[in-house]
């Protein structure tokens, strides 16, 4: 955008004279400055068609462009602002997660213990930053330096104790120390037995023989039944692994490198070449970041990484194979044979693949190795990868250059382990640390300190999701319904934000858990293998024991987590090929078997669409906008439909998708609807104020998400009828009676429909929001003072006290007095006052612990929650009688309570859970008890006469209006 300003300055190719006045095209803004002589504003100004060397400061009152420059220079504050809070939070980090400034893991005396100090890497090359960046502290290095002389002189005076320590870790060392002579080793020498035993063989008797490890099953995308199959594994919230498909992780081109077969020599030549350039890369990219000049010599350089090929993740062949269009290509030496196969269609951003042309061009490292890359952008190309192919290997220098500049979470391990320490690193920082080869050196308990990059959400990088996204290929054969989630931001449009990258060294995990929002998850190795243990999403809650119980075969205790047998558990591991699909709420932890690069994301349509909306009317995913997903992916839908009906086109595979997730979205936004009105109705609820008896998070009220429901039917009406000269009339579907709320059925409620009257008893919440006969008979129950003398709480107190079954007892409810009688007596009752998700606060219950269920993910079975997990504001189940009903925890209450049956009038009776605070009066079983004076006892039978009067009022105008 170009704009106009005034100014006096000297001629250039950009200017235009009219008169004395000059006007000059401004290009853009450079700087801002106060001018420290005229104390005025000015800006830096690049004119249009001159060098930057003809930039000059300007002051403010000579553009005519000021509001263009005021607001570039709020943008650009914003953007230093950004800058300078991006450095320090980076900063912060690297100090939480005990990283030096270079990057290096800094070793603490727990860990100098941990590791018998066994360390012994080449000293010189642990300081090779130092020595090469004049600005870093030399006191930081002297120290670091002493540390290790010490610990040096210790291996050198004590080698038997270095070489004990390897024994007893089992790490591998570069140097070897030799024992002392004469030294021997100490053994514990077990006593003989004093009789022999025998056991039965016919089990085995430890308990993690109890535990059945099921075998994940393997589907391959080119089957003809693999939609149905997924479909029903999902459905069923069983996991699967997919395998046969090309470009599921596309955009890792990038930093993958093809290997041609080669001898041993080469490819540790190659290894040992990229690992020296992937050093000097990466110190370079450091120090032009930093302003600083890298002298030091490369040959010094610690390794950064050497591919996960080099370490064991990936197996060379002898003749590699990889798909390539309709033919599969042997590669055997220098010859090249063509054979005939099976050609996968695919489809990226509406245009037809078919795995077609060369993967790369050919590049010839130092070691004779041949790589096949492309280095170019990759957004729009027929490339697909085939991660099976095994001579595919990671370019860390590749990757470094790409996204170090990249601020990147990650996870380090503390001591115990109670608590992962976490921050925010650099990319390149992360690569020279956690995907260092080094590491493997390290003894095993002196690995708690290595990082793992965790969750990387790329899409949301403006620089990385440009790189990253729209490469990737779908599924075939419409394994996966239509992805809702790519419709709900409009910086990733048309890809889904929810992707990530996931990067560590061997052992590195996580520990069991799942992730709400009701979304199905994808896990796909780009390099190493992954394994994952798969826990059903059914029985994580009963049988993990707030997943406390251990899955690792030598951690199993029955004695501590008895129902962990009963779990369906899912062991299986994962190589570059295959995608580990798992359904909504799956229980998983994974652990990387080699150094591994993953892919991982999540994934929305028409199959756990209900789980989503669960998931938003529970409030368990408070991160997500889930409404904003629906409604965003509903409007984009309707527009696919609509072009497709003036273009009367024929339905293929992305239009039948398209039409088939409207007609889903069709019905969770009617559903939407119905909580909607439900809340305006029954709770009085409208969207700008949030209250604590509705779980449910919407924006927007139900006349706007009504709107988008017709709008839907509409569409879908004229995209029916399309291909006719004539279009059908169209008749909007309405609810009417009952049917409009689809409210529960109470024994006790009888038919009802939504009542003109709303009684709001000084708060948002009406009492009453429906016309039908127990509403009816509670209005006319006679309304009470809140006011109670001294003199008659201590009368009403004692008689409390000897209250038994069968007592009858005077009940406050909603500012009225019932008469009950008790039916069951608690002595010390724990019970949670509850707010029903569809009724008004009439029906406001205390529900005792025993009768509260948490609902499964798959909504299969209840489980019983723990006593510290009933908390205000969380959404339960609740049993009353055969019947299971929603609703939110208000407040906790212990001590007596009393199971009443409250008489509303007209044969209208309510069990009620009623505690001390609510009962007004008490008769016992043989006489009646007065707890009252007779001023109060005759103006009680006064107004007892007038409801009786207004009673038959009422039910004399009812009549006549019969």
Not at 52 to 61: D, G, I, P, R, V
Request: net charge neutral; glycine share 8%.
């Amino acid at each position: 955008k170009h704009t106009t300003t005034t100014t006096t300055s000297k001629s250039s190719s950009g200017g235009h004279a009219n008169g004395d006045t000059e006007w000059w095209a401004v290009e853009g803004f450079r700087d801002r400055r106060i001018n420290k002589v005229t104390k005025k504003e000015e800006y830096l100004i690049k004119w249009k068609g001159c060098p930057e060397s003809s930039n000059t400061w300007e002051a403010s009152q000579s553009l005519s462009a000021l509001d263009d420059a005021n607001a570039w220079w709020q943008h650009e504050t914003e953007r230093r602002n950004n800058r300078v809070l991006r450095q320090k939070r980076i900063e912060e980090s690297m100090n939480r997660l005990g990283l030096d400034e270079e990057g290096l893991l800094l070793s603490s005396a727990e860990d100098e213990s941990d590791g018998g100090g066994n360390n012994n890497n080449n000293n010189d090359n642990d300081d090779y930053q130092n020595n090469a960046e004049g600005t870093k502290d030399p006191k930081q290095g002297a120290a670091r330096k002493m540390r290790r002389v010490a610990q040096h002189k210790t291996n050198v005076s004590d080698p038997s104790a270095s070489g004990g320590a390897h024994a007893a870790t089992g790490t591998v060392c570069r140097r070897e120390a030799a024992p002392a002579a004469g030294a021997t080793k100490s053994k514990t020498v077990a006593p003989p037995p004093e009789f022999e035993v025998i056991e039965d063989e016919t089990w085995n008797w430890d308990d993690a023989s109890q535990v059945n490890f099921r075998s994940v099953r393997r589907i391959s995308v080119s089957d003809e039944h693999a939609r149905e199959l997924v479909t029903e594994a999902r459905i069923n919230g069983t996991p699967v692994v997919l395998t046969g498909h090309v470009g599921w992780a596309n955009f890792a081109l990038r930093w993958l490198r093809r290997r041609k077969e080669g001898n041993e020599d080469n490819k540790d030549s190659s290894a040992a070449t990229t690992t020296k350039t992937q050093k000097t890369a990466s110190a370079g990219a450091d120090s032009n970041r930093t302003g600083t000049t890298t002298t030091g010599d490369s040959g010094k350089a610690n390794d950064v990484a050497k591919g996960s090929s080099n370490e064991g993740s990936v197996s060379l062949s002898t003749d590699a194979v990889y798909k390539d269009g309709d033919t599969s290509i042997e590669m055997a030496g220098d010859e090249t044979k063509t054979n005939g196969g099976s050609k996968q269609q695919i489809i990226i951003n509406g245009k037809n693949h078919s795995n077609g042309g060369t993967i790369g061009a050919e590049s010839t490292d130092g070691g004779g190795q041949t790589d096949h890359h492309d280095s170019a952008t990759l957004e729009g190309t027929d490339k697909l990868l085939d991660l099976s192919d095994p001579c595919w290997y990671l370019d860390i220098e590749a990757m470094s250059k790409d996204i170090g500049d990249e601020e990147v979470p990650v996870v380090r391990k503390n001591y115990n382990e109670s608590k992962p320490i976490s921050g925010n690193i650099l990319a390149s920082k992360f690569l020279e640390v956690g995907w260092n080869t080094e590491t493997e050196m390290i003894p095993r308990k002196r690995r708690k300190s290595i990082l793992y990059l965790h969750q990387w959400q790329f899409p949301l990088s403006v620089k990385a999701g440009k790189k990253l996204c729209h490469q990737s290929a779908p599924l075939p054969n419409i394994i996966l319904g239509e992805d809702l989630l790519k419709y709900w931001l409009d910086r990733v449009k048309l890809d889904s934000p929810l992707q990530y990258l996931f990067m560590g060294k061997a052992d590195t995990m996580s520990k069991i858990h799942k992730d709400n929002g009701g979304l199905a998850i994808s896990i796909a190795p780009i390099t190493g293998e992954k394994e994952c243990i798969l826990v059903h999403r059914d029985d994580g809650h009963a049988c993990l024991y707030h997943n406390q119980a251990g899955l690792d075969p030598n951690d199993i205790d029955l004695n501590a987590y008895p129902l962990l047998p009963h779990a369906r558990i899912w062991k299986t591991t994962i190589k570059p090929g295959e995608i580990l699909l798992m359904p909504q709420g799956t229980y998983h932890q994974c652990r990387n078997v080699t150094p591994c690069l993953s892919y991982s994301r999540f994934h929305l349509d028409g199959v756990n669409l209900r789980a989503f909306l669960h998931s938003m009317m529970d409030g368990d995913a408070p991160e997500m906008s889930q409404d904003e997903v629906i409604w965003n992916a509903t409007r984009e839908l309707i527009d696919i439909a609509d072009r497709a009906t003036d273009e009367k086109r024929k339905v293929d595979a992305e239009l039948y998708k398209a039409v088939d997730a409207l007609r889903a979205l069709r019905n969770i936004a009617k559903e939407v609807t119905r909580k909607l009105y439900i809340r305006q109705t029954a709770k009085g609820i409208i969207p700008s104020i949030p209250v604590v008896s509705s779980t449910v998070k919407i924006d927007g009220d139900a006349e706007i998400w009504q709107s988008l429901v017709d709008d839907v039917d509409v569409c879908l009406h004229e995209f029916r009828y399309r291909l006719n000269k004539k279009m059908p009339s169209f008749k909007r579907r309405r609810s009417i009676g009952k049917k409009i709320l689809a409210m529960p059925a109470l024994p006790f409620r009888g038919k009802a429909k939504p009542s003109e009257q709303e009684l709001y008893q000084g708060r948002n919440e009406p009492v009453v929001a429906f016309e039908c006969p127990s509403d009816r008979s509670f209005l006319a129950l006679p309304k009470v003072s809140s006011n109670v003398s001294p003199k008659e709480k201590k009368i009403l107190a004692d008689s409390i006290d000897s209250i038994v079954v069968g007592d009858g007892i005077d009940v406050l409810i909603e500012g009225r007095k019932c008469p009950a009688m008790v039916t069951e007596v608690y002595a010390n009752a724990h019970a949670a006052c509850v707010s029903f998700e569809d009724l008004p606060s009439l029906y406001n219950d205390f529900v005792l612990f025993d009768h509260l269920r948490i609902s499964s993910v798959g909504g299969s079975c209840l489980t019983v929650p723990q006593p510290e997990d009933v908390k205000p504001g969380k959404l339960f189940v609740c049993l009353i009688g055969k019947d299971e009903y929603r609703a939110v925890v208000q407040h906790l209450k212990t001590g007596p309570m009393f199971r009443a049956k409250l008489d509303f009038g007209n044969g209208h009776r309510v069990d009620k859970l009623v505690d001390l605070d609510s009962i007004l009066s008490v008769t016992t079983q043989n006489r009646k008890r007065p707890i009252e004076n007779e001023h109060n006892e005759a103006s009680e039978k006064m107004m007892d006469e007038k409801s009786r009067k207004s009673k038959m009022t009422a039910e004399q105008k009812t009549m006549e209006l019969q």
